[in-house]
């Protein structure tokens, strides 16, 4: 059995926030230097593989992360596998700001749930999946490194895992994070949320949306 190779990165650290706790657009969201050395550390790990190709999301923290992790091989940007949108913060009742952020990724998450009073999983899913199967019909390839986020990194490894439509909350994906799937006649996951800089995450036991909520709530 022949298999491809996948490597699914999450794109390394940004400000989401200003330092005025006031959201920062999310076309214009860029690299800080942590994630830039980030970057660096998952370039080294990956060191010596030759990508056929590289995907990215098109949004600026994705282009900057592959860049930096393959710069020598020009991304391609795919729109469709952009991050959850958002609604308005201001939208949402104070009183329901920290379960809208800690509790959006919590267990198997159903389709109705809006990101943050946004977009749906359900539109997530419809826009992932068709491009991971348009993917995969490219036989040309054999080893690709997709730098994209941590919403659709869960939606592809939960694919991967179930073999169905399932969005598995769970699966934390750190800043510059490394996934590693093989795909043939069947999913092989052969590993979820390496994160080069600090293998075995002893820096931090919060989640990306426990940090953001803590962020947001000093501004």
């Known amino acids: 059995m022949t298999r491809r190779r996948l ?14 706790g006031q959201p920062v657009r999310p076309d214009e969201v860029a690299l800080t230097p942590v994630g830039r050395e980030q970057a660096g550390a998952a370039a080294s790990a990956l060191g010596g593989i030759a990508f056929d190709r590289v995907i990215t999301s098109g949004l600026p923290r994705t282009v900057e992360t592959a860049r930096l992790v393959a710069p020598g091989t020009d991304p391609e940007h795919w729109p469709e596998l952009r991050e959850l ?15 809208a952020f800690v509790g959006c990724f919590r267990g198997v998450v159903p389709e109705e749930t809006r990101f943050l009073g946004g977009e ?11 491009a991971l199967e348009r993917l ?18 869960r939606a592809i490894l939960s694919h991967a895992l179930t073999g169905g439509r399932t969005f598995i909350g769970g ?12 795909v043939g006649d069947d999913w092989i996951v052969r590993a979820v949320n390496i994160a080069p800089y600090d293998l075995v995450h002893a820096s931090s036991r919060l989640t990306t949306m426990e940090r953001l909520f803590a962020q947001y709530r000093v501004g």
């Open 136 to 153: 995969l019909a490219d036989r040309s390839w054999d080893v690709v490194l997709a730098v994209l986020h941590g919403g659709v990194n």
């Open 171 to 182: 699966l934390e994906q750190a800043p510059a994070c490394i996934n590693v799937i093989d």
């Open 85 to 99: 949108e958002p609604g308005p913060l201001r939208a949402i009742p104070g009183d329901e700001l920290e379960e």
């Open 7 to 20: 490597y699914v990165m999450r794109h390394a650290d940004v400000a989401y926030f200003d330092e005025r």
């Open 120 to 130: 749906s999983i359900a539109s997530l899913l419809d826009r992932v999946l068709p």
